[in-house]
């Protein structure tokens, strides 16, 4: 896991795919961490991101790096509002603080308990293995 935590920051955005219905919704995002051995993401408990998770969890995110190479890690989120957890995400990404302002009970922690990563590079090679 940390090989892909360390990709992930490594190259700034990510993208987080929902449903919306039958429809895919894709976003970016810009701050993972590790939250007790597991991938975790924010954001904001009023978004439609937010209403999509809850209904359903099954999520992936993608990033890339330069040379094209990238992960998709693909799991379940559980959203939790703990001030311990969505702290982390402040200390993380510090703008988060200004951004949340007055409404930081808004701010979400989401975590993939369950996590399955695929790396692939520009060229082919497939590389799939669950974290956990």
């Not at 200390?91 to 922690?109: F, H, N, Q, R, T």
Request: net charge neutral; glycine share 6%.
């Amino acid at each position: 896991m940390k090989q892909v935590l360390e990709f992930f920051t490594a190259n700034s955005a990510f993208f987080l795919a929902t449903a919306d219905g039958d429809s895919p919704r894709v976003r970016p995002f810009g701050v993972l961490i590790e939250v007790n051995g597991k991938l975790a993401f924010c954001t904001s408990s009023q978004k439609d991101v937010y209403r999509q998770m809850q209904k359903n969890p099954n999520v992936e995110i993608c990033s890339m790096s330069p040379d094209g190479t990238f992960y998709r890690v693909s799991g379940r989120v559980e959203l939790s509002n703990s001030k311990e957890i969505t702290e982390k995400f402040i200390e993380a990404m510090p703008a988060l603080a200004s951004i949340y302002a007055g409404k930081e009970d808004a701010l979400s922690a989401c975590i993939l308990v369950t996590a399955t990563a695929t790396r692939q590079g520009a060229a082919g090679g497939k590389e799939v293995r669950t974290l956990y």
